[in-house]
């Protein structure tokens, strides 16, 4: 919990309480009155360091906290937005996000002008099912928001955590990524079916709506902001040069001049011994990265170490993750998951862990190798992802003779 908000700061201590009475479901009226005066002067660290207090309250989960954010930053919003910085003095980094905030409005509000002709639209005509499609058609391009959101979780993150000691608003920011990306799939779903049920879909796109345009407006007058003053120029140009790798959502690629951050790679000898041979470290680094699959070591204090880079990944990963706990690599719905996972690989309950999904026509296996030294001591774990339609349809054999017949 931040320190400062019990250094008898009244201004905060309301705050906190006025906070506490929403998520306590207290009379919404009753609580503005009494605390109008702070809230018409709040600036946005303080609801980062708000939002932080709120996480760090164990009474409440995430679904309770999102509920209440959701007032609370609607009677923050107005003081906020007169608050707002000039984008335009924005490090690269943030501009681009910024920029892509407001791609994706004007993505929206297309989609808005699309739902009136539908609604216009009598059930069961050819113009109905004609608007339908393509109503489909553009809330499915909204899976280019992939690119916007992974910058934030797997590049923006980390930094925060770093930077900004009041950075667990990001834990709620990350679940509602994944409201949205239910969100579309739903929708899309409801769109494709020819048994329409509007009122499912009217709830469900407003509930899109409503997520989308939250998340923005939280970037552009919080978190976007504050990441701006925080976070150390030298940062900002490791997290701008990672951008290409991830691709952008609505926007241009724009044109990114970063100062190269490489480093001669230390050799011993100009080798590495691995006890059943010796390579260099460029020849191990080809021999990783060459392997059809993702790895990803977390060490035995379940901290990221190292992850490959195969020509395909399928997983999004940054550099930015490295030295950050595997638990905050995930979304907060699935850190119970996570820690059970890694508890079963510590106790020696398991030594390998496997699942598979299926994920955009792929069949992907995803492994977790506990890492024993040679008392039995736990090392860490490493993380094997893998894409095998093909494999699981092999039949038959394949010999080494047969690629020369």
């Not at 009494?34 to 989960?61: F, G, H, T």
């Not at 049920?197 to 997520?211: M, T």
């Not at 992850?307 to 950050?324: L, T, V, Y």
Request: glycine content about 4%.
């Amino acid at each position: 919990m931040s320190e400062w908000l019990y250094k008898n700061d009244p201004h905060m201590e309301n705050l906190r309480a006025y906070c506490k009475g929403v998520l306590d479901e207290e009379d919404g009226g009753a609580l503005f009155r009494e605390y109008e005066e702070d809230i018409r002067s709040v600036k946005y660290p303080e609801v980062m360091a708000l939002v932080n207090w709120m996480v760090q309250c164990e009474q409440y989960d995430t679904d309770q906290i999102k509920d209440a954010l959701n007032r609370i930053i609607n009677i923050f919003s107005s003081n906020l937005m007169e608050l707002h910085d000039d984008s335009a003095n924005y490090p690269q980094f943030i501009k681009i996000l910024s920029d892509e905030n407001q791609a994706i409005t004007a993505r929206m509000n297309n989609i808005k002008e699309e739902l009136k002709l539908l609604s216009k639209a009598e059930e069961g005509t050819y113009p109905h099912d004609m608007h339908r499609m393509s109503v489909k058609n553009s809330i499915e391009e909204l899976t280019a928001l992939e690119a916007h959101y992974v910058k934030k979780e797997n590049i923006l993150f980390p930094y925060v955590e770093k930077y900004i000691p009041e950075y667990r608003c990001i834990q709620i920011m990350w679940s509602m990524h994944d409201d949205v990306r239910r969100g579309i799939k739903k929708i899309s779903a409801l769109l494709g079916d020819n048994q329409f049920d509007g009122v499912q879909f009217n709830r469900a796109i407003g509930r899109l709506f409503f997520d989308i345009y939250g998340l923005m407006f939280r970037e552009d007058y919080i978190l976007l902001p504050m990441s701006a003053k925080m976070i150390p120029a030298e940062a900002m140009e490791d997290m701008l040069g990672q951008c290409p790798e991830v691709g952008y959502t609505f926007i241009d690629a724009p044109e990114i001049n970063v100062r190269s951050s490489s480093k001669p790679l230390a050799e011993v000898n100009g080798m590495v011994n691995l006890e059943t041979g010796e390579l260099s470290v460029q020849q191990l680094i080809m021999m990783l990265n060459t392997l059809p699959v993702d790895i990803t070591y977390v060490d035995e204090n379940d901290c990221v170490r190292y992850f490959s880079s195969p020509k395909d990944r399928i997983f999004p990963r940054s550099k930015a993750i490295i030295g950050r706990t595997v638990q905050n690599c995930h979304p907060p719905d699935s850190v119970h998951i996570v820690n059970e996972v890694v508890a079963r690989l510590k106790s020696g309950k398991k030594d390998v862990e496997n699942f598979w999904i299926q994920m955009g026509g792929k069949f992907i296996i995803i492994q977790y190798f506990a890492i024993r030294d040679a008392k039995g001591e736990y090392r860490g774990t490493i993380e094997v992802s893998q894409e095998v339609s093909e494999i699981r349809e092999l039949k038959g054999e394949k010999r080494l003779l047969d690629i020369v017949k």
